[in-house]
């Protein structure tokens, strides 16, 4: 008896083991489906929109309209929502001279289309063509593009109504949005294997922005160096005094009072010129 009982010990203990086994896969499989459900529902209900190689070709239509075509890539990273997108709108705008001593409208919008209305499932993405013939450009444009000249750094605006469908089926209540796409070119040659231009929800800095920022900069920097110029004045002052005081035999503590009492003296006098300045 006492044999037998010691053949089905390590029956049991392979038995115990497997179980073990079967319950740490059954935890794993269970851990990785819960991350995958937590990041798929984090994942952003919102587009991924590019401009495909950042160029809009343009085509002679005839002695007085041109033909504007360009595509669109947009990607939906959400893994559960579909988004929609409707009321959509095209705009391209060259920018104004910066040699602009006003600080009006940057941007000269030359063309404005509409674009159909699309959906882009969950982790799919769509292709977006749009080709229209503006009946109305100005003569500057048109001369330009019809010519086979471009216009460089130029700014798409894309927008329209996003609709993202929720979790339980529902559609939210449709938003405006609109995409930038910058630093564009509209005509000339088709650049060849040209990287894509990424659009964001960020409008670009414009000319206005740029001067603001730069006559900031130079009003900052100008007072950097009025703040150096008092320090540098009164450290010569102060050391003036000093050489002037042990010239004259005069004891260390008068020096330095006097040297704290000259500093002072000046920090006010320049704090009041800075003022009126």
């Known amino acids: 008896m006492a044999v037998g009982g010691d053949d089905e010990k390590p029956k049991f203990r392979c038995l115990d083991a497997g179980r073990y086994a079967v319950a740490l896969a059954v935890a794993v499989i269970v851990v990785v489906v819960i991350v995958h459900a937590v990041a798929t529902v984090l994942r952003p209900a919102d587009l991924i929109v590019r401009l495909d190689e950042g160029y809009v070709s343009v085509k002679n239509v005839s002695n007085t309209r041109l033909s504007f075509t360009f595509t669109l890539w947009a990607r939906n990273p959400?893994?559960?929502?579909?988004?929609?997108?409707?009321?959509?709108?095209?705009?391209?705008?060259?920018?104004?001279?910066?040699?602009?001593?006003?600080?009006?409208?940057?941007?000269?919008?030359?063309?404005?289309?509409?674009?159909?209305?699309?959906?882009?499932?969950?982790?799919?993405?769509?292709?977006?063509?749009?080709?229209?013939?503006?009946?109305?450009?100005?003569?500057?444009?048109?001369?330009?593009?019809?010519?086979?000249?471009?216009?460089?750094?130029?700014?798409?605006?894309?927008?329209?109504?996003?609709?993202?469908?929720?979790?339980?089926?529902?559609?939210?209540?449709?938003?405006?949005?609109?995409?930038?796409?910058p630093a564009i070119t509209v005509g000339g040659e088709d650049p060849e294997d040209a990287p894509d231009v990424a659009c964001t929800d960020q409008q670009p800095p414009t000319v206005s922005d740029t001067l603001v920022i730069k006559v900031n900069l130079l009003k900052t920097s100008s007072r950097l160096?009025?703040?150096?110029?008092?320090?540098?004045?009164?450290?010569?002052?102060?050391?003036?005094?000093?050489?002037?005081?042990?010239?004259?035999?005069?004891?260390?503590?008068t020096v330095s009072l006097c040297g704290a009492s000259v500093e002072s003296v000046v920090y006010f006098l320049l704090s009041l010129l800075y003022k009126t300045m």
């Open 225 to 253: 160096r009025r703040a150096l110029n008092k320090v540098m004045l009164t450290k010569m002052i102060g050391k003036r005094t000093t050489v002037m005081s042990t010239r004259l035999g005069v004891n260390q503590s």
């Open 78 to 181: 959400s893994g559960r929502v579909r988004i929609y997108f409707t009321d959509n709108l095209a705009n391209i705008s060259r920018p104004s001279s910066s040699s602009s001593s006003s600080l009006e409208e940057d941007d000269d919008e030359f063309f404005v289309c509409k674009v159909d209305n699309f959906m882009v499932a969950q982790q799919d993405a769509m292709v977006v063509s749009v080709t229209s013939s503006p009946e109305h450009l100005s003569p500057d444009v048109l001369n330009k593009l019809s010519g086979g000249g471009s216009i460089g750094n130029a700014l798409l605006k894309f927008s329209g109504s996003r609709i993202v469908e929720n979790y339980a089926g529902q559609n939210d209540t449709a938003k405006r949005v609109v995409y930038y796409c």
